[in-house]
């Protein structure tokens, strides 16, 4: 049995912060209960931090669609405990599934659209055409318009 007086108690748990409190048992034994308030620990937020930081890290303007990515971002609660570690977790996993799924834009195109120039043709400088693709003579491999062999036979020359 404990005498009167002022100790310092320490109540540990499973999941559970360690609590330290000081207590005041008097001479009478009646007065000797004492209630302990125990708080959860702190969820494990590593890989959700690991997560955040990658997904923050893109450019939200090189993807078609960014927007799953930041509503997993905005998802995010750090309010949880030990027992709430698989909402946490399946925090984790929006964000990385939401990452795997981004879609690149495609890059800029560095040929011109056929609403502004021909299909078979592009313009150069001062308004001159090259044509893309030259009709081959399939018996001498040459263009039609340089073959001047008469060796060859296709007619041209």
Known sequence: MLTAGTYTVE???DDCELLSKEITVSADIATHTQAFELAYKSADYTELDKAEKAAKALNKDDYEDFSE?????AAIDRTK????????????KAINDAVANLVKKAPASSQPDSSTADSKTDKLKGGFKRFKHKPINRRCGRSIRSCTSERC???HG
């Open 11 to 13: 109540v540990t748990a």
């Open 69 to 73: 990515v930041e509503k997993a971002l």
């Open 81 to 92: 405990n030990i027992t709430e570690q698989a909402d946490v977790d399946a925090m984790v």
């Open 153 to 155: 036979g296709c007619g």
